[in-house]
Protein backbone atom coordinates (compact mmCIF):
# COMPACT_ATOMS: atom_id res chain seq x y z
CA UNK A 1 0.00 0.00 0.00
CA UNK A 2 1.23 3.63 -0.95
CA UNK A 3 1.85 6.12 2.31
CA UNK A 4 0.32 9.39 1.84
CA UNK A 5 1.37 12.67 3.87
CA UNK A 6 -1.23 14.76 5.45
CA UNK A 7 -0.87 18.12 7.42
CA UNK A 8 -3.04 19.69 9.76
CA UNK A 9 -4.12 23.64 8.63
CA UNK A 10 -4.31 24.57 11.92
CA UNK A 11 -1.39 23.72 14.15
CA UNK A 12 0.99 22.79 11.57
CA UNK A 13 1.77 19.27 12.23
CA UNK A 14 2.15 15.97 9.72
CA UNK A 15 1.75 13.09 10.01
CA UNK A 16 1.96 9.72 6.98
CA UNK A 17 -0.38 6.90 6.91
CA UNK A 18 -0.41 3.94 4.61
CA UNK A 19 -4.15 3.30 2.96
CA UNK A 20 -5.20 1.36 0.06
CA UNK A 21 -5.55 3.97 -3.16
CA UNK A 22 -9.78 3.89 -2.56
CA UNK A 23 -9.38 4.85 1.01
CA UNK A 24 -6.62 7.98 0.47
CA UNK A 25 -9.34 10.87 1.06
CA UNK A 26 -10.46 9.25 4.73
CA UNK A 27 -7.92 10.88 6.88
CA UNK A 28 -9.17 14.27 5.10
CA UNK A 29 -12.46 13.78 6.49
CA UNK A 30 -11.54 13.87 10.19
CA UNK A 31 -9.90 16.58 12.82
CA UNK A 32 -6.42 16.36 13.15
CA UNK A 33 -5.43 13.21 14.81
CA UNK A 34 -1.87 13.99 16.12
CA UNK A 35 -3.05 17.35 18.85
CA UNK A 36 -6.64 18.17 19.85
CA UNK A 37 -6.81 21.02 18.16
CA UNK A 38 -10.01 19.75 15.80
CA UNK A 39 -7.89 21.41 12.70
CA UNK A 40 -8.58 19.80 9.27
CA UNK A 41 -6.81 17.84 7.19
CA UNK A 42 -5.46 17.69 4.34
CA UNK A 43 -3.52 15.76 1.78
CA UNK A 44 0.16 17.09 0.95
CA UNK A 45 1.48 16.75 -2.48
CA UNK A 46 5.36 16.69 -3.66
CA UNK A 47 6.50 17.70 -6.61
CA UNK A 48 7.76 15.49 -9.35
CA UNK A 49 11.74 14.69 -8.76
CA UNK A 50 13.67 14.03 -11.99
CA UNK A 51 17.08 13.37 -11.47
CA UNK A 52 20.57 11.60 -12.72
CA UNK A 53 19.55 8.38 -13.79
CA UNK A 54 22.91 6.97 -11.62
CA UNK A 55 20.50 7.41 -8.03
CA UNK A 56 17.82 5.23 -9.41
CA UNK A 57 19.46 2.64 -12.15
CA UNK A 58 22.71 2.73 -10.91
CA UNK A 59 24.65 3.34 -14.33
CA UNK A 60 25.20 6.36 -16.10
CA UNK A 61 24.31 6.88 -19.92
CA UNK A 62 27.41 5.24 -22.21
CA UNK A 63 29.69 8.02 -23.62
CA UNK A 64 28.52 8.21 -27.10
CA UNK A 65 24.62 9.01 -25.50
CA UNK A 66 26.48 11.86 -23.40
CA UNK A 67 28.71 12.64 -27.02
CA UNK A 68 25.29 13.17 -28.58
CA UNK A 69 23.75 15.47 -25.54
CA UNK A 70 27.18 17.26 -26.04
CA UNK A 71 26.51 18.20 -29.69
CA UNK A 72 23.20 19.11 -29.04
CA UNK A 73 23.84 21.15 -26.41
CA UNK A 74 26.16 23.30 -28.76
CA UNK A 75 23.85 23.77 -31.25
CA UNK A 76 21.00 25.63 -29.49
CA UNK A 77 21.93 28.97 -26.94
CA UNK A 78 19.70 29.17 -23.81
CA UNK A 79 19.60 25.46 -23.45
CA UNK A 80 19.30 23.81 -19.43
CA UNK A 81 21.24 20.21 -20.96
CA UNK A 82 23.75 19.09 -18.15
CA UNK A 83 25.83 16.74 -19.51
CA UNK A 84 27.97 14.98 -16.79
Known amino acids: ?17 SL ?6 EPTKKPCPISDCGGEVK ?19 DEGFRDRLREIKSKHLHNTIDVR
Request: aromatic share 20%.
Open 1 to 17: MPYYDYICEKCGKDFEE
Open 20 to 25: PIARRD
Open 43 to 61: MMFAKPYVGDPWHFAGKKP
